[in-house]
């Protein structure tokens, strides 16, 4: 198999912008849409293609918060749910301790060491006191372990304060990259209200004849592949025609990323969320050597990926304003193949 060496992270080239949204609408001609495209209408098409293409990598950038944000949520309560554990069991220890001490009264009186049951801080008092001043291997013994308790709930809180505050700042992160997304797809949908429905037509229409072909539901795949890859890809065509959604991974509708994590995972294989992280989840392989399958990344930044089909076709979910459909290989700029 051929390799493949992740290219350098780097901003993609855009598309000069020539205009604002209202100057741009004023270039376009009162045409039938059988006309030739004037240049104003492909300027404004750039224009309204390199919105959605930004939009599209801030996605991949909040589909990673948003999985680092789960990770530390899970992390969060699982840190939580041990340290009410732990402080249920200093509650236990203080009432074995407190019958200690009342059994110790009454015998002749509370000894130095049992005092810490009510102090404030039983640590600070057993490191100034020592175990050798208790009296008794019980009373020791209890002791002993409830130092060492104290000392892991307070471990245990520490951790849980860090984590808490980790989770609030990516909570923040998200919401930042969340409002970039839509402020992107706002700023496009502006430029493409200020259209004529013929010229709107023209800005969104297809990227290639394949596309036109396999935008409407019902088509499955008849190709040679078998097993697992057979299944991812069978999944891949039961959603041809769903809308891409930034964010979403199934069942109505997908971004790049969520239709190849779903569809692998039809196939009994566990993809990363995320198109970079997905990069490096498997071999690399020559565009000379792809199979139905392999996934397949676009822009110098990985911000894009699809399922190759087969035929030099891909099968993925474009971006806001298209359905998942089957587009040429070559219908954006080509990075590299993984096998998973």
Same mark, same amino acid.
């Given at each position: 198999?051929?390799?493949?060496?992740r290219?350098?992270?780097?901003g993609?080239?855009?598309t000069?912008?020539?205009?604002?949204a209202?100057g741009?609408?004023?270039l376009?001609p009162?045409?039938?849409?059988s006309a030739?495209p004037?240049?104003?209408t492909a300027?404004?098409?750039?224009?309204?293609?390199g919105?959605?293409?930004?939009?599209?990598a801030?996605?991949?950038?909040?589909?990673?918060?948003?999985?680092?944000?789960?990770?530390l949520?899970?992390?969060?309560?699982?840190?939580?749910?041990r340290?009410?554990?732990?402080q249920?069991k200093?509650l236990?220890?203080?009432?074995?301790?407190g019958?200690?001490a009342?059994e110790?009264?009454?015998?002749?009186?509370i000894?130095p060491?049992?005092?810490?049951?009510?102090s404030s801080?039983p640590d600070?008092y057993?490191?100034?006191a020592?175990l050798?001043?208790?009296?008794?291997? *019980?009373?020791?013994?209890? /002791?002993?372990? =409830?130092? $060492?308790l104290?000392?892991?709930? #307070?471990q245990e809180r +520490?951790?849980?304060?860090?984590?808490?505050a980790?989770?609030e700042?990516a909570r923040?992160?998200?919401?930042?990259k969340k409002?970039e997304v839509?402020?992107?797809?706002g700023?496009?949908? *502006?430029?493409?209200s200020? /259209?004529?429905? =013929?010229? $709107?037509a023209?800005?969104?229409? #297809?990227?290639?004849? +394949?596309?036109s072909?396999?935008?409407a539901?019902?088509?499955?795949?008849d190709?040679?592949a078998?097993g697992?890859?057979k299944?991812?890809?069978?999944?891949?065509?039961?959603?041809?025609?769903?809308p891409y959604?930034?964010?979403?991974?199934?069942?109505?509708?997908?971004?790049?990323?969520g239709l190849t994590?779903?569809?692998?995972?039809?196939?009994?294989?566990s993809?990363p969320r995320?198109?970079?992280?997905?990069?490096?989840?498997?071999k690399?392989?020559a565009r000379a050597?792809l199979?139905?399958?392999?996934?397949v990344?676009?822009y110098?930044?990985?911000h894009?990926?699809?399922?190759?089909v087969?035929?030099g076709?891909?099968?993925?979910?474009?971006?806001t304003?298209?359905?998942?459909?089957?587009?040429?290989l070559?219908?954006?700029?080509?990075?590299?193949?993984v096998?998973?």
């Amino acid at each position: 198999m051929g390799t493949h060496r992740r290219p350098r992270p780097a901003g993609r080239a855009r598309t000069a912008v020539l205009g604002a949204a209202a100057g741009a609408a004023v270039l376009l001609p009162a045409t039938g849409a059988s006309a030739e495209p004037a240049p104003g209408t492909a300027q404004v098409k750039a224009q309204v293609d390199g919105l959605y293409e930004e939009a599209e990598a801030a996605t991949e950038q909040y589909d990673k918060l948003d999985e680092r944000a789960r990770r530390l949520q899970d992390e969060a309560g699982k840190l939580q749910d041990r340290l009410a554990r732990q402080q249920e069991k200093v509650l236990q220890y203080r009432e074995t301790l407190g019958a200690l001490a009342a059994e110790q009264y009454r015998s002749g009186g509370i000894d130095p060491g049992m005092r810490l049951v009510l102090s404030s801080s039983p640590d600070a008092y057993l490191r100034q006191a020592g175990l050798q001043t208790l009296a008794g291997d *019980r009373q020791a013994d209890a /002791l002993r372990d =409830a130092l $060492r308790l104290q000392r892991s709930v #307070d471990q245990e809180r +520490a951790e849980t304060a860090a984590k808490l505050a980790e989770l609030e700042r990516a909570r923040g992160a998200l919401g930042a990259k969340k409002a970039e997304v839509q402020a992107k797809l706002g700023e496009a949908n *502006r430029v493409l209200s200020g /259209l004529k429905a =013929a010229d $709107r037509a023209r800005v969104l229409g #297809d990227d290639s004849p +394949a596309a036109s072909r396999s935008s409407a539901r019902g088509e499955t795949y008849d190709g040679p592949a078998t097993g697992r890859t057979k299944a991812i890809l069978d999944y891949a065509y039961a959603q041809i025609g769903k809308p891409y959604q930034w964010g979403a991974e199934g069942p109505d509708s997908f971004d790049c990323s969520g239709l190849t994590q779903m569809a692998y995972r039809a196939g009994g294989v566990s993809l990363p969320r995320v198109t970079q992280d997905q990069w490096n989840a498997g071999k690399h392989v020559a565009r000379a050597d792809l199979r139905p399958g392999d996934l397949v990344f676009y822009y110098d930044d990985l911000h894009h990926v699809g399922i190759y089909v087969g035929n030099g076709k891909l099968l993925h979910a474009p971006r806001t304003g298209k359905n998942v459909q089957i587009v040429d290989l070559d219908v954006m700029p080509y990075v590299g193949a993984v096998r998973p």
